[in-house]
């Protein structure tokens, strides 16, 4: 039976989206409609023609038939980027699993419309001979005010309003009167919010090499063709993919189209933005989640009327209402952060494609060290594989070395720092070379414990420990880095009430803490997210360590992801090992990455570069090849486990996720969907889909919410997409208490 009834929104805006009118459909109409489709309906009570946008399809109304009106017609002679970003959000629904709002709250691209910022500006309006006049009249009068406002016109010609008002102290009132008797004219103007804070590089662009130009080539063949395809682009740290993605951008715009580029953090913006500017001026802005509302709009107007051509940010700005989209470029597509942890659980990557083909665009994917997922698709023929071996202008990749820290502890070395690193980093203070140190943690320690009873401090709303910190802070504190709780440090456990309570493990803070003392005399700057926490913070981090103002930057992994400091030498890794033998089958990928790219920071510019890499596991194959840079063995050695293990990218995996604020009730619930999923599975004669689960998830409570899970695992995603159809359908009409939640995670890149 064709569909005869849709939901149609109004007002395209985060207050309108959920506000959903039903319509009934002509037959005329009915098999023409499709989501995303711009209409015109009959609205109110007057029946006034209104547009909207259709976001649901059904068999079935929602009220009395005879009560609700039939749509006008489609409106087919404009395809707006509204419609085509209602069309992504309903794919995102079926695929990860949620709600057509939570998907639509996902690509809308702004909030709430916001009043534009007017410049004003003062002018006299008579010339200066009839000026001087009524300065003259103004001063028998004592009209102080307008005495003031007259010389300063006089003498400047044009001052800004702002300036009149606040410095002068000219009231509206006085303003209005010099208006009405035709002494002076207030010209308004839009202004933006300006969203950029970032300097321009000075520097000379650099050129090309043939490796370079050759993809580029490719590229504007493809392109030139309208072959929209899926590019692949491996290239090792400091290959120089920037300047290959800009070349690429350059193509589109002679087009008269624009491009998204996403970059995995906000702390990228700052040195990307800079590169950016310098080739292309003024055609980029950026969009991102430390900006207030007010930037955020003028931004998307400026996008949706072609102002600029080219969006820059993290994985939100996939959403930026480009109209003429021709390229979307994925730098670092490896990262986790391009996987989103709210409903739905979209990856950036996957949406991108989607939305390319949408738009008829292409897609570039860059990485040193790229997916598993990609990498393999890439090998299949589903993207076109580009490879950069060399570093630009020759430079050769920096010299490894890898520490034991068994061997450290046998010489009584218990510092962070083994003994090479040491040198190393005294000998780059001598030569006032720059260094980085990466450590994976931050706070002082990674938890707090008793060594009478053993007692660990936990977070009382969530199943960890608490860490602690003493940064920007007068008593040292514990937190939570799940729900945000604190408490302060007490030097007594809570149990036993013995003094013997201690800080184990170690993070930045401490690793910071441990460099002062030993080099008293360097200049040591720390990036990580409680230093990070300004809307600027990145940016002076990042600027002042590139202006030298630092020998030593100590951070997380914001720190090792695409940034080039030509005078860092050396980099040191500290527990190199640390997310080695997590419970997680992406652990080797995720530190393979982190490793590679942390090495790749060193000897960017002319210099050579040094890493030092410690661990308590230098044998192990991940931590070799990533000393030696080599993908392709590490990709042939992980690809073997995931094949033997059936785990993604050779199959599909879903977690399905089931919270609630009582244990026995969540247990009870996470039983009965599997068994539910089992009976399903049953009446297919499809049997490529195998069920996991239920268990309780390695954090069992986080925000005072018990947690448990099952897996789905197939190869066939069509079959995924039906299993999660069902059981969606399924808690639907099961509902359990309004504390129990459902959630879809399709390939995650956490644990659980």
């Excluded at 702002?162 to 839009?190: C, H, P, Q, W």
């Excluded at 299949?380 to 594989?385: I, P, S």
């Excluded at 990036?527 to 600027?543: F, N, P, R, V």
Aim: aromatic share 8%.
């Amino acid at each position: 039976m064709s569909a005869k009834y849709v939901d149609i929104i109004i007002d395209i805006s985060h207050e309108a989206i959920d506000r959903v009118f039903q319509y009934k459909v002509p037959e005329t109409l009915s098999e023409h409609i499709q989501i995303g489709q711009k209409v015109e309906i009959p609205f109110g009570k007057g029946n006034s023609r209104r547009t909207g946008y259709i976001v649901g399809i059904s068999d079935n109304p929602k009220w009395e038939d005879s009560k609700l009106k039939e749509i006008h017609g489609i409106i087919t002679n404009e395809v707006p980027v509204e419609a085509e970003l209602i069309r992504l959000a309903a794919w995102m629904r079926d695929v990860y699993g949620s709600t057509m709002y939570q998907a639509l709250q996902t690509v809308m691209p702004v909030k709430k419309v916001i009043r534009p910022v007017e410049k004003k500006t003062i002018l006299l309006a008579v010339d200066e001979q009839e000026g001087n006049l009524r300065l003259m009249e103004y001063r028998r009068n004592k009209n102080t005010a307008k005495v003031r406002l007259l010389e300063a016109l006089l003498e400047h010609g044009a001052i800004p309003y702002s300036l009149a008002k606040d410095k002068l102290n000219i009231s509206v009132s006085t303003f209005d009167r010099m208006t009405e008797e035709g002494t002076i004219r207030i010209e308004s103007s839009k202004q933006d919010r300006n969203a950029m804070n970032v300097r321009v590089l000075q520097a000379k662009e650099p050129e090309l090499n043939a490796d370079q130009k050759a993809l580029v080539e490719e590229f504007a063949s493809d392109y030139g063709a309208q072959d929209y395809k899926t590019y692949l682009l491996h290239g090792v740290t400091g290959s120089g993919k920037t300047e290959v993605y800009m070349h690429a951008i350059d193509v589109v715009r002679r087009e008269g189209r624009q491009a998204i580029v996403l970059i995995p953090e906000i702390a990228l913006t700052f040195q990307t933005v800079m590169r950016f500017q310098r080739h292309f001026g003024d055609q980029i802005t950026i969009l991102n989640s430390r900006m207030s509302d007010g930037e955020r709009y003028d931004q998307y107007k400026r996008i949706q009327n072609g102002e600029v051509s080219i969006v820059i940010g993290p994985r939100s700005a996939l959403f930026a209402p480009c109209t003429d989209l021709g390229l979307i470029i994925i730098d670092e597509e490896h990262e986790n952060s391009y996987k989103s942890d709210n409903l739905p659980k979209y990856h950036a990557r996957e949406v991108a494609i989607e939305r390319a083909g949408y738009s008829h665009a292409s897609v570039i994917l860059g990485s040193a060290t790229p997916s598993l997922q990609s990498y393999y698709k890439a090998g299949q023929g589903e993207y076109r594989l580009w490879e950069l071996t060399k570093r630009a202008n020759d430079q050769v990749l920096p010299e490894v070395q890898i520490v034991d820290l068994r061997e450290e502890l046998q010489k009584g070395n218990r510092s962070h720092f083994s003994y090479a690193l040491q040198e190393l980093l005294y000998d780059r203070l001598q030569k006032g070379q720059q260094s980085m140190i990466f450590m994976n943690r931050r706070g002082y320690a990674s938890f707090v414990s008793c060594r009478s009873c053993g007692t660990v401090v936990q977070c009382p709303h969530c199943q960890v420990s608490l860490t602690y910190h003493d940064h920007n802070t007068a008593v040292p504190k514990l937190v939570c880095h799940y729900c945000g709780y604190e408490e302060a440090f007490v030097k007594q456990c809570k149990q036993c009430g013995s003094k013997l309570i201690g800080r184990f493990g170690s993070g930045t803070q401490m690793v910071e803490a441990e460099l002062r003392e030993l080099y008293p005399q360097a200049k040591i700057l720390r990036m990580d997210a409680d230093t990070t926490k300004g809307k600027h913070g990145h940016e002076a981090i990042l600027s002042a360590f590139a202006d030298g103002q630092a020998d030593i930057l100590v951070g997380t992994q914001m720190i090792v992801k695409g940034h080039d400091f030509p005078n860092v030498t050396l980099v040191g890794i500290l527990a190199a090992d640390l997310s080695l033998h997590s419970q997680d089958y992406m652990a080797g990928e995720r530190t393979f990455d982190l490793l590679t790219q942390a090495a790749g920071r060193a000897g960017r510019g002319a210099l050579t570069g040094t890493v030092v890499i410690q661990t308590y596991d230098p044998d192990h194959p991940v931590i070799q090849t990533a000393a030696m840079q080599d993908y392709k063995s590490f990709y042939e050695n992980e690809i073997a486990y995931r094949v033997a293990l059936k785990y993604p990218p050779i199959y599909h995996m879903m977690v399905v996720l089931v919270t609630g604020t009582g244990e026995a009730e969540t247990e009870h619930v996470i039983h009965d969907m599997v068994d539910a999923c089992r009976k399903l599975l049953q009446t297919d004669t499809e049997q490529s889909v195998h069920l996991i689960g239920p268990t309780t998830p390695v954090i069992g409570k986080i925000k005072d919410l018990y947690r448990r899970v099952f897996y789905i695992r197939t190869k066939d995603m069509a079959d995924m997409i039906k299993v999660k159809d069902r059981l969606e359908t399924y808690t639907e009409s099961n509902k359990q208490s309004d504390s129990i939640r459902v959630y879809y995670d399709l390939n995650p890149m956490n644990i659980y």
